[in-house]
């Protein structure tokens, strides 16, 4: 599947943002989507995962209470709203989908096949 990103910007320390994750074709049941971030110099975080079968998601520990992920499985359409953004929030934010994944492979970004381009989140504080 072919996976698009959007929805970053430039925010204040304390807004919100939602981001998408749109895919190309059906996100059939076996698929996991999930949301991970990088800046530079490290390596790519997990941040959130939904599950296309019992729609089951995962949550960093880093993000719990401020992130959720959310989805439109009719609208192919994978969602991650972001509340009380910090500037540690700063990074580049990937969506991400596998097929066949493992619940406890889903936080590795390997796990995933298929990769968007990344928008781009910028908190100022």
């Known amino acids: 599947v072919q996976l698009q990103a959007f929805g970053g910007g430039s925010v204040q320390s304390g807004a919100s943002l939602r981001l998408s994750c749109v895919v190309s074709?059906?996100?059939?049941?076996?698929?996991?989507v999930g949301w991970f971030r990088q800046t530079p110099g490290k390596e790519r975080e997990f941040i959130a995962a939904?599950?296309?079968?019992?729609?089951?998601?995962a949550i960093a520990d880093s993000v719990k209470g401020r992130f959720t992920i959310a989805s439109d499985f009719d609208k192919n359409t994978v969602y991650l709203e972001m509340k009380s953004l910090e500037a540690e929030d700063t990074a580049l934010y990937y969506c991400?989908?596998?097929?066949?994944?493992?619940?406890?492979?889903?936080?590795?970004?390997?796990?995933?096949?298929?990769w968007g381009q990344g928008t781009e989140v910028t908190v100022s504080s």
């Open positions: 939904i599950r296309r079968s019992g729609g089951t998601t």
């Open positions: 074709g059906r996100i059939l049941h076996g698929y996991t």
């Open positions: 991400a989908a596998g097929y066949g994944i493992i619940i406890s492979a889903q936080r590795r970004a390997a796990a995933h096949a298929d």
